[in-house]
């Protein structure tokens, strides 16, 4: 841990009688301790995979998030709210389907609130 110096042993393990092969040119090894011996490089790995992996869904992602934000500030928002954002940047076609979508999500939760409405006040 102090990075001192470390001499090589004169055998391997298991051959005492010296006929392993000798390091010729390294006489000591110097250790490089936990942090940055282990943990550094395994991190490096791990992190290196993780950019391989998931840069195209990374990119992906950036590109739906500029896509999002070039239709929200693409001119001043009129009547209509996002659906007028909507069939102005994708057209008609995309614009009635996600149409028909709000209307009809507007239309079951209204009722639902209706609903709720009335079952809260027969709980009186």
């Not at 028909?100 to 009335?118: H, Q, T």
Request: charged residues 10%; glycine residues 12%; proline residues 5%.
């Amino acid at each position: 841990m102090t990075g001192e110096p470390i001499p090589v042993p004169s055998s391997l393990r298991g051959r005492e009688d010296g006929s392993a092969a000798q390091h010729p040119t390294t006489s000591s090894v110097v250790k490089s301790g936990t942090m940055m011996g282990v943990f550094i490089p395994c991190l490096k790995n791990i992190l290196g995979i993780i950019y391989y992996i998931r840069f195209s869904w990374i990119v992906c992602m950036a590109g739906i998030g500029v896509s999002l934000s070039a239709i929200a500030t693409n001119g001043a928002m009129k009547r209509g709210g996002p659906y007028y954002l909507i069939v102005r940047a994708l057209g008609l076609e995309v614009g009635v389907s996600i149409g028909l979508c709000f209307f009809l999500g507007n239309a079951v939760a209204g009722s639902m609130r209706v609903c709720y409405a009335f079952i809260l006040e027969l709980a009186k």
